[in-house]
């Protein structure tokens, strides 16, 4: 019996607005937070004998080792964060403790987040103040238990926002706006404690860790209209990895900052498409030699009718990753309208993970959603990174899953083996 499910859990930030413009970061490179020792009193929400310290500490090395900033911090009997408004307390602190302010910060979604981030701002833009609450009505582990969070993983996005930087279109990035509870795809959701390429860019971008180049253009639409709301990302032609990956505008226009040297191929999609309308295609390719700004002639892409919903794994489905191991061999699906055998043609952008589509089974969910299994082998060489499962039925009719294949350490145990 085939399982369809899915998944739509938030971890958001919810800025303050800044009285001006200004650089969206901190200017200061040592960050005093206080860690509320709530998170040690909370059985209810933090499963006991879970390992809080070691989850805090490994989440503030991640963001210090990509960024250079160092975070001081120590435990405190604080419990609530600042009140809503454009100047907090002057004090960031990380909380779990269920009293009113931490319940306002959450917002009317409780029963869906794990976590807010909460953002002030100084006169000139800079950061002055965040607020991390983790959801106290949810719960949390960190040794896999199904059904609960991932701390450390909750933690490390949450940093991401206390540091200035949004949600990612990348699904296997950090900063991707959903999480998954451990035991979604029969895995646990350790994904998003190690930084991806995409958070590496972005946080270089944003602190001038090291000098990076800028790739910009316009993506348009048949006539040459705006694009509306849409992604794009840069794929490293030499590995096939996502390397970074932004939102672009309405008007068609896009940045992508923090890109090391390379020759990337830019992508770009539309994220919703109204009435199953969309857009997927490359941009063009570029060569980046110097840190400096390029910019890519505008490119037009077609718009078609969408067929392809998704992709999962043991059966779920959702904007996910899906973890995979060196040398291993896995079973994934596909979902859409009217897909059939021979027009579904699904591959990576990397040779290291091969598609295989010869014994492909389709199965059929009411009148014309389509569910097809296909196997995945990746090989023994092939790197930890992100990479994009692109599926199409047709030359002009596909649909990217961007940074849905990420290759990590963490073990996937569904391998299955062709004893053929």
Partial sequence: MMMLASLSVFADSYPVASLTSGPDRWQKKRIR???????????????PESDVQSAI?????????????????????????????????????????????????????SGQVPAQTRVFYGRRGEIA??????NPIQQFST?????TFDLQSTLTHEIGHLLGLEHSPIVGATMYELQARNGFFGLPGYSKRSLSDDDLSAIRARYSVTPTATVSGRA?????????????????????????????????????????????????????????????????????????????????????????????????????????????????????????????VISTSTSGIEIGTAGMRLHRLGTSTVIADFSVSVADSTAFGEYVLEAAVSPRERRYFVGALSVESFPNPWTFYDLK
């Avoid at 937070?33 to 709530?38: A, G």
């Avoid at 103040?129 to 983790?134: F, M, P, S």
């Fill in 220 to 344: 348009l639409v048949d006539g040459g209209r705006g694009s509306g709301e849409f992604a794009v990302w840069a794929v490293d032609q030499s590995t096939g990895r996502v390397v970074a990956g932004r939102f672009g505008h309405d008007d068609g226009s896009y940045a992508i900052d923090g890109l090391e040297t390379g020759d990337f191929e830019i992508f770009a999609q539309s994220c919703s498409a109204e009435n199953d309308r969309g857009f997927a295609g490359s941009l063009g390719v570029v060569q980046i030699r110097q840190t400096r700004a390029y910019r890519l002639e505008p490119r037009v892409l077609r718009s078609f009718r969408q067929s392809i919903d998704g992709v999962g794994f043991n059966g779920q489905f959702g904007d996910l990753p899906i973890v995979l191991n060196p040398g291993g061999s896995f079973m994934m699906n596909a979902t859409g309208k009217g897909l059939a055998s021979d027009s579904l």
């Fill in 57 to 109: 500490a490994a989440s503030f090395e991640a963001w210090t080792a990509a960024t250079g900033i160092e975070f001081e911090y120590s435990w405190s009997d604080r419990s609530s964060v600042s009140a809503p408004g454009r100047a907090g307390d002057g004090l960031n602190l990380i909380t779990i403790a269920a009293t009113p302010e931490n319940m306002l910060a959450i917002g009317a979604s």
């Fill in 129 to 134: 103040e965040a607020d991390i609450v983790l």
């Fill in 143 to 147: 040794d896999g238990s199904f059904g």
């Fill in 33 to 47: 937070v206080e860690i509320s020792n709530s998170l040690l009193r909370s059985p209810n929400s933090i499963k």
